[in-house]
């Protein structure tokens, strides 16, 4: 059993983002804004999540980088707004 969930794990984690984050609100930012979002080894990344309580991950590999976001409606939509701020 948990050979099976490691193995589907590891499947899921293999797939590309835009199709495990399909169903997320995500916000386009482009990759030279990109550093300033997530800061200093990923500070300002984790303190957007600490403050508003959502989930961030984000997609290096397109461009623009597409930031996804997982939470309730209110926070996501200030998360969008908080993160489309940072990369003006």
């Not at 930012?29 to 991950?57: F, L, M, N, Y």
């Amino acid at each position: 059993e948990a050979v099976k969930k490691a193995r589907d794990m590891i499947l899921e984690l293999s797939r590309p983002m835009s199709e495990r984050f399909s169903d997320r609100v995500f916000v386009e930012i482009s990759q030279g804004q990109i550093g300033k979002v997530v800061g200093s080894k990923g500070a300002r990344i984790q303190e957007i999540e600490r403050q508003t309580g959502v989930k961030i991950d984000i997609d290096y590999t397109c461009a623009p980088c597409r930031v996804f976001l997982t939470g309730s409606e209110s926070q996501v939509r200030l998360t969008k707004r908080l993160l489309q701020e940072i990369a003006s």
